[in-house]
C-alpha cells in the first residue's frame, strides 16, 4: 500500500470516530446510568450529588428526557442536593418487567410509578420538579400522597387531568396547539408517529420552544430515548386517554376519581412559565387558588419555552432551592 493511500485511510478512518465520539460524547453527561426494579417497571435512571443530601426528583415530559436536566443537575449538586432523574415508563433504559402489564399511559399509572421508585429507592419525602408529563406527576404526587412530596416546582402550574372535562371543546386556537392529540387519536397517527418518531419529536421541540436554538448534537441525545420498545404504545394511549378513546386499568379507577375532582395541593409550591412557550398553557390565574400552601409563581423571560429546565437551568435549579425553604 503506497504512503498516500495510507494517508487518505487513516484520515477517513480519524474522521469516522470523531464523529462517532462526538455523537457519543453528549450521553455520558450524567455517566453511568442505574437501574432498579420499582412496581411494574425496572426503572433506569441517573443520579448524581451526596448520598446523604436532601433529594430531589426530576421529572422530564414528551417528547423529551432526562437530559433536559443535565445542566439543573450539577447547579442542584453543587448545593449539596441528592438528585434523582428516572426515564418515565417508555422512555431510556426503563422497562416493564412482565410482557402482560397493560402499556399505560395514563396520569395515575405515572404517578404511582413514582411512588414505587421512592419506595425503591427509600427516599421518604424529596422535592418533586419537572415539565410536562413529569410537572403533571409532580403534582399527582402532591395532590395524593402529600406526605411523600416536600415541596414542588411545577412548569405550567397545575395539569391534573379530567378525561370527562376534556370533552368540552376549546377555542380554535387552543385545538390548534393540540393538533397532534387529534393525530394520535387515528390508526394513521399511531402508525406516523412510529414511523416518523424522531421527525416528529424534533417538529415539536420546534414548535414548543420557538426560540430555542437546540444543537442538533443535544436533539439526538434525548432523542435515543425514544428508541424504547414501549414508546409509542406509551405515547399514543396518553393522548388516547386524555380525550377518553382508549381505557385506563380499572385498577386505578380510585385515584382517577380523586384526580378528576381537581384536589388542592397543600406543599409549598413554585409554579413556572416561559414568556415563548408554544405549546397549550394555562394562565397562571386560572391554577394559582389550587396551591393552598405557601405558593408563588414565576415568569421566566428572555425567550423561554416549554422545556423550561434545559432553556433556563438556572431559573428551574433557583427555583428549587428557593421553595426547598418555604
Not at 397545575?158 to 393538533?179: C, M, R, T, V
Not at 402508525?191 to 418518531?197: D, E, K, L, N, P
Not at 384526580?259 to 412557550?277: H, R, S, W
Amino acid at each position: 500500500m503506497n504512503q498516500n493511500r495510507r494517508e487518505f485511510i487513516g484520515a477517513t478512518l480519524m474522521t469516522f470516530l470523531a464523529g462517532k465520539i462526538g455523537a457519543i460524547e453528549p450521553r455520558r453527561a450524567f455517566g453511568s446510568l442505574k437501574q432498579i426494579d420499582a412496581g411494574v417497571l425496572n426503572v433506569g435512571y441517573a443520579e448524581a450529588g451526596p448520598a446523604s443530601g436532601p433529594p430531589v426528583i426530576l421529572l422530564h415530559g414528551w417528547p423529551y428526557d432526562i437530559y433536559a436536566f443535565a445542566d439543573v443537575a450539577p447547579l442542584l449538586t453543587a448545593k449539596g442536593y441528592r438528585v434523582i432523574m428516572p426515564f418515565l415508563r417508555g422512555y431510556g433504559t426503563t422497562r416493564f418487567l412482565s410482557a402482560e402489564t397493560p402499556r399505560n399511559g395514563q396520569q395515575a399509572a405515572l404517578g404511582v410509578d413514582l411512588i414505587a421508585l421512592l419506595d425503591a429507592l427509600k427516599i421518604q419525602k424529596p422535592i418533586v420538579a419537572g415539565f410536562d408529563w413529569g410537572a403533571r406527576t409532580a403534582n399527582i404526587i402532591a395532590a395524593l400522597w402529600p406526605e411523600r412530596c416536600k415541596a414542588l416546582v411545577s412548569v405550567s402550574g397545575y395539569l391534573i387531568g379530567n378525561p370527562a372535562a376534556n370533552q368540552k371543546p376549546l377555542p380554535p386556537s387552543a385545538e390548534l396547539q393540540w393538533w397532534y392529540q387529534f393525530y394520535f387519536a387515528t390508526e394513521r397517527g399511531r402508525a406516523g408517529y412510529a414511523q416518523y418518531q424522531k421527525e416528529f419529536a424534533k417538529l415539536i421541540w420546534q414548535l414548543a420552544s420557538p426560540k430555542w436554538q437546540f444543537s442538533d448534537a443535544t436533539f439526538d441525545r434525548s432523542a435515543a430515548s425514544f428508541d424504547n420498545p414501549d414508546h409509542v404504545n406509551i405515547v399514543i394511549h396518553n393522548y388516547r386517554w386524555r380525550l377518553g378513546l382508549a381505557a385506563g386499568e380499572p385498577k386505578f379507577d380510585e385515584l382517577e376519581k380523586r384526580l378528576a375532582a381537581g384536589p388542592v395541593i397543600t406543599v409549598p409550591t413554585i409554579t413556572m412559565e416561559g414568556d415563548a412557550n408554544g405549546a397549550f398553557h394555562p394562565d397562571p390565574s386560572a391554577y394559582a387558588k389550587k396551591f393552598s400552601g405557601k405558593y408563588a409563581h414565576r415568569l421566566i423571560t428572555g425567550g423561554v419555552g416549554h422545556n423550561l429546565p434545559q432553556e433556563a437551568p438556572q431559573a428551574f435549579s433557583d427555583a428549587v432551592i428557593e421553595v426547598d425553604g418555604y
